[in-house]
């Protein structure tokens, strides 16, 4: 029996890496643009962070997360999200005493334990922020702009940014209570998970995806009216922020996000191109509790987290041809007979350490298979290097392009090709 | 209690990134160069994957995994090294079908159990080639040229190359018999973890550290005068390429490798200026056994793995300063009073959509704190927004080189930072 990758995991192969690089190159120099900086942490931290962080009663933590006793030492979880780490390291480190106001960015995968489906992998790569220090709606703001404009940029169109406000400890009692009282007479209404999530949970079933749900949380008060006054200054200082840069929005109740640590504002943005439930390209919100929660003082942050995988999805949902990674060569050696085949070698060694991306052939093939090789990488430039060319010092260096053929010398191929291709000799 | 990042893992903070980005810029440019493409695959696998490939007795299979039951799923496990997992996927996807010959790089981070130690991660990164479907001795040649000339491109010089070879199937048996019996009478003499490996695995006490036991390997018969006549061949036209690329090296009859998929070459570089035992900044070799192992055709394949934690330890050991990754910023904009600020976050929000690297102030600090902040940050520019400046329709634009400051309308800021700093309008 061959091994395969395990279920809800890949392999990125070189004629795919070509998106996810653009998408990478585009996020990083964007974040950078604005301001972010990037930061990595470890693929698995003690369990109790996530435990702490993110709350005992969410799916994550009760159900999705690959976790891994080690004996005597503290518990391992594959980190499930990236905002509990960063704080973490935030506070490891201190920095919140040398300058209390951040701003991180990270890319890199993600683990969660679920069943997996179409656009849902068990292990799948986020790009995300975190501005940590301060509780300026303006921040939320620049947030979504930063999130909204990567997409635009990628030319993931047509897609939908949908916001809430969960308020703070201040007002988020009162629609607890709100909500427990509206669906405390419709329990038998509600589906077997929502009827947990009432007692556990009820925030939850604002984004429950059953029908018979969905249409009971349609006629439901808008908690946002229950906002302190506080949390509706912030709410409507985002929503004047995100109007005057021209961002369209919609308040949208259903927008819960599923975790503890969330206060005032949350978001997503689904792309309706991507069918079914598993739409969303990412989301974000802020975090103001679990800064606190994890030991820190009450400085406020804000951040969010898109989907790498998704948005690669949207852009081939738009047709959005995939990017060949096949390294552009500038030029490939043929090699006519065995016996030059060290002076081909030595040859590609030294073109390499000029600078010049070129490669040769490892395997043997005749001149012909040689030159349909060179045909198929889409090479300009092909040397080729026999007997005759040895002793007579040069290489005969054939323009793919135009066909044509010309003898020159090893000193001089450097600039030939920077002539016409670009190539730059180191 | 404050949670940190688990022993053995460690974040790598904003101030720490530039040196880790320059050396997997280096890295992914040079592998193109070479002719190598990208391949990424999952952060666990199929435990059987690791014990099949790397060999039952090793120390990693043995001791150093990660492994987590999933139930009735099949045991996953953290992957400790990369090679096993670039085959994988090379005979999953039928990449052998299609073209025989595939040069593969990958980048990211491993995982082994154990004791933390100088140089020594449980997560630890590594950059690594994998070159599939050839045995000719140049491509390994082509992999040492590619590692040596890594570490020279950094500046990391005075590193050694020492290189063995194993033999194959057709000689390894003689080189075992040879070695039991000069070390069979000697037993006593050896560690006790040698003693064990006398039985499991007795090429390893070939690498053992211990005094005693170095002293009665320096004695042995080179096992290399017991090479079959093709691994002979091999292992000259190596030497032959190596000398040929003017490559120093060493034969050193002491690596082994440890992994029971290598045959043939088998090579590690080291650095002096890192000390202790812990010293070895990668190496690589031959692993034509490995892909049959896993259920492939008898192609050859031959990569290395280099550790990037080591190479950057090389660089500061050397005095290598780390480069701050401070985004450089191309304007840093300065708001006099409150009543300008959504102005103030507009302006900054478009010269960032024009392609302005540009941040603001987010927590209400005096124009004197912003000022400082610029000059930490180390901004050439910085724009004056208050409403003088704001009824007049323009921006005070302070050139914190020269110091001198001019008024100039908000359409001319690409320009004029164009002109000065490089900036590129997008």
Redesign the interface.
Known sequence: ???????G??????SE?GL??RIEEKGREMF???????????????T??FR?GLGETTDIVEKEM???E?GK??S?T?RPEATAPVV??Y???N?HKTR?????FYMG?L?R?ERPQAHRWR?HSQLGVE?I??K?A??D??TI?LAQ?FFADLEITGINLRINSLGDEQCRPAMRDQLRKELGGRLDELCKKCRERYDRNVFRILDCKEEGCRSIVDGLTDLTTLLCDDCRRHFDALR??LT??QIPFEHDARIVRGLDYYCRTVWEIDDPELGGSQNALGGGGRYDPLIVQ??GPDVGGVGFALGADRAIDAILARGGAEDS???V?DLFVVVVEASV??EA??LV?RL??Q?????VD???KSVKAQMRQAHRIGVRWVAVIGPGEISRGVIRLKDMESGREEEIGEQGIPGRLAASTGAKPA
Not at 1 to 7: E, Q, S, V
Not at 355 to 359: A, E, F, L, S
């Open positions: 029996m061959n091994l395969k990758a395990l279920p995991t890949r392999d990125i192969l070189p890496m996810w690089r950078q643009r604005w301001g972010y900086r990037e930061i990595r942490t470890p693929i698995f931290e003690d109790r962070l702490r690959y976790t891994l080690m030492g503290p391992l594959l973490r390291a506070l490891q480190h920095l209390p106001f951040q701003k991180f995968p683990f334990h292990q501005a220090g301060s300026e303006w921040l703001a620049e702009r404009q004047g922020a005057a840069m994890l030991g990674s096949e390294p060569l085949r060290d070698y030595l060694d390499r350490l600078g010049i991306r070129t490669d490892y395997e043997g």
